[in-house]
């Protein structure tokens, strides 16, 4: 897929995964629609794009706001002339057990990484059938491939992601619209940070836990955004990003119902 001339729309673009998919998209001089809560980091990403001389629109954008996010295309027509990738990378993590998860954490959380990318989907669609030789680009995880303890919320809105990709893919097939999804190992980016903490969690063990995932997110964003990109190049399906969810997904499929035995024994050692 050539990209160049392209227009593309980028949730989560003010920092970490989105602003690197941002600027290797922009690389390849394809036009973007920055959307984000923060708009002082997406004015970061339009920086770190300026020299390649492509349009850049930023657009102040929860996807957890209905009515947002229908009107989203109409503002973005405004700026380009059309959309041809719809990159739904907008993400936040919940810290936690099931138990210990709220409902109110947990529909948070999938108002954001699920229905964001739902009703992005659905708004963009009649735009990107437009085009003729469109995709959609949605962020899952590696836990969209497995399901770890202390994740379940996490867990369950990467799997829903995967699900509803997978499907839309075959739906959409000969339509010139493609669907791929993604699946980030460990990625140096500060949704770790950022995650909710429960009630009831010490700071202590808050601690400890975000000690945890700093040792498991190393992959430099830049790196992954390049290798997204390329993928959207490649019209693949499925892009793994990086050696440890390369590896995850093998031990996943070797191992669908006992996976977490060995990959606790390896954590362990």
Same mark, same amino acid.
């Given at each position: 897929?050539? @990209?160049?001339?392209?227009?593309?729309?980028?949730?989560?673009?003010?920092?970490?995964?989105?602003?690197?998919?941002?600027?290797?998209?922009?690389?390849?001089?394809? +036009?973007?629609?920055?959307?984000?809560? %923060?708009?002082?980091?997406?004015?970061?990403?339009?920086?770190?794009?300026?020299?390649?001389?492509?349009?850049?629109?930023?657009?102040? @954008?929860?996807?957890?706001?209905?009515?947002?996010?229908?009107?989203?295309?109409?503002?973005?027509? *405004?700026? +380009?002339?059309?959309?041809?990738?719809?990159?739904?990378?907008?993400? &936040?993590?919940? /810290? /936690?057990?099931?138990?210990?998860?709220?409902?109110? %954490?947990?529909?948070?959380?999938?108002?954001?990484?699920?229905?964001? =990318?739902?009703?992005?989907?659905?708004?963009?669609?009649?735009?990107?059938?437009?085009?003729? %030789?469109?995709?959609?680009?949605?962020?899952?995880?590696?836990?969209?491939?497995?399901?770890?303890?202390?994740?379940?919320?996490?867990?369950?809105? *990467?799997?829903?992601?995967?699900?509803? #990709?997978?499907?839309?893919?075959?739906?959409?097939?000969?339509?010139?619209?493609? &669907?791929? =999804?993604?699946?980030? /190992?460990?990625?140096?980016?500060?949704?770790?940070?950022?995650?909710?903490?429960?009630?009831?969690?010490?700071?202590?063990?808050?601690?400890?836990?975000?000690?945890?995932?700093? *040792?498991?997110?190393?992959?430099?964003?830049?790196?992954?955004?390049?290798?997204?990109?390329?993928?959207?190049?490649?019209?693949?399906?499925?892009?793994?990003?990086?050696? %440890?969810? *390369?590896? @995850? #997904?093998?031990?996943?499929?070797?191992?669908?119902?006992?996976?977490?035995?060995?990959?606790?024994?390896?954590?362990?050692?």
């Amino acid at each position: 897929m050539r @990209l160049g001339g392209r227009t593309a729309v980028v949730t989560g673009a003010a920092g970490g995964i989105g602003r690197a998919v941002a600027v290797s998209l922009a690389r390849r001089r394809c +036009h973007l629609a920055l959307a984000d809560i %923060d708009e002082a980091g997406m004015e970061g990403t339009a920086e770190l794009v300026r020299d390649y001389g492509v349009r850049v629109s930023r657009h102040r @954008l929860d996807v957890a706001d209905r009515a947002s996010v229908a009107d989203f295309p109409e503002r973005v027509a *405004k700026e +380009h002339a059309g959309v041809d990738v719809l990159v739904n990378n907008a993400g &936040v993590a919940v /810290g /936690g057990t099931f138990e210990q998860v709220s409902e109110e %954490d947990f529909e948070w959380l999938f108002e954001i990484n699920f229905w964001g =990318v739902v009703r992005m989907t659905r708004a963009f669609l009649p735009a990107l059938r437009a085009s003729g %030789d469109a995709r959609v680009v949605n962020l899952s995880s590696v836990y969209g491939l497995a399901a770890p303890p202390g994740q379940a919320a996490y867990a369950a809105s *990467k799997f829903a992601v995967r699900g509803f #990709s997978e499907a839309l893919r075959h739906e959409l097939e000969g339509s010139g619209v493609g &669907v791929t =999804v993604v699946h980030p /190992g460990g990625v140096a980016t500060s949704i770790a940070e950022r995650a909710r903490v429960p009630a009831g969690v010490s700071p202590e063990e808050v601690a400890r836990r975000r000690e945890q995932f700093r *040792k498991l997110l190393r992959l430099p964003p830049e790196v992954a955004g390049e290798i997204i990109v390329r993928g959207v190049e490649r019209r693949k399906a499925r892009v793994l990003v990086g050696a %440890d969810a *390369k590896v @995850l #997904s093998l031990i996943v499929r070797a191992l669908p119902a006992s996976y977490w035995k060995v990959l606790a024994l390896r954590a362990g050692k």
